[in-house]
């Protein structure tokens, strides 16, 4: 029986991981798609990328919508799920209702931290996979896809009974699941792609809001600058900087231990950001340009509460989060006005 894969989210990040696992033997890959649907349905996806050359992909399965796929009847081994996290908008765990066997499991490549939580208390008893990621890869029109050279990624299960007890007996099937997804990830090409355990995966969902924390919001806010060019600004790189160590040092206190010797520090972060010469931006700049609801509440709310909670403040990410919010409030309110 091949490996039935289902991909829930096929944007540019979903459809590249989606075309690399469709290179392991036995192995059907299958995507759910939203507005590129009509292209991808007729032609597949077609992949540009430095590191594995100009190639096509074409989904075993193409649906319009979770429906669809619920309907094929096809008992899934995983399903990834590449939405944006926008829990301020809906429960996005909803759509995989019907989606989930009993030896499914979720795989959660998304920013933010929580992400996880919503799919646990839904399919209690199921493996939850959480994955981050580093990938730089953009859709630049339906169906075609431009990876350009992160391809980075580490996968955990979520075991949060580790964080204050011990082990259950269906915590080796989570272990395996995750690993045999991680297997699947190497065979396709992706070297940087490494299983980790819930208490390191934790880690690393951090260190990336340390990122994300610093570079989305401050880009909004500076009026779209581009990575690199905030890390090459005096004043900026002196936020950016600020930022980070505030997310780095409070984490370890939050999560009760360290970060590895092998993350990479502050400056680290920043002096690889100033050699992006791409102009990139980050993902909520992008989504702010054109007129989108920003991941605000797993990137910059979630940790905030979380730390709070311990009794821990981060005020330099509260009034990131502080004005834009209000600033999405604002433009939200514009919009409802306007359609009246």
Partial sequence: MPIEILIVGA??????????LAYAPDTQVSVICRS?????????????SPQYGDYKFVPSHTFANPDEAHQSNIQWDYIVVSTKALPDV???????????????????VQNGLGVETPYAERFPGKTVCSAVTIVSAVQTSPGIIKHNRWTRISVGPFLPHLDHGNPLFTDAKAIEQNNR?????????IKDADAYDHAKLQLVRWHKIAINASMNPSSVLSGGTPNGAMALDDELYR??????????????KVLGKPFPGEFASAEAILRSTQKN?????????????????????????????????RGFEMPRLQSLYALLR??????????AKSRL
């Avoid at 931006?281 to 990137?299: F, H, N, T």
């Fill in 11 to 20: 944007g540019a990040v979903g459809a590249f991981y989606a075309s690399r």
């Fill in 36 to 48: 590129n649907y009509t292209a991808v349905k007729a032609k597949g996806f077609s992949i540009t």
């Fill in 90 to 108: 809906s429960d996005e765990s909803e759509i995989l209702e019907g989606l989930v066997g009993d030896d499914t499991a979720i795989v959660l």
């Fill in 181 to 189: 997804f991680v297997g699947l990830l190497q065979v396709g090409g």
């Fill in 239 to 252: 936020h950016l900087k600020g930022v980070m160590d505030e997310v780095l040092t409070t984490a370890p």
């Fill in 277 to 309: 010469t791409s102009g990139s931006k980050p993902s909520m700049a992008l989504d702010w340009e054109q007129g989108k609801r920003m991941e605000l509440e797993v990137i910059l709310g979630n940790p905030i509460r979380i730390a709070r909670e």
């Fill in 326 to 335: 209000k600033a999405q409030e604002n433009r939200e309110s514009e919009k």
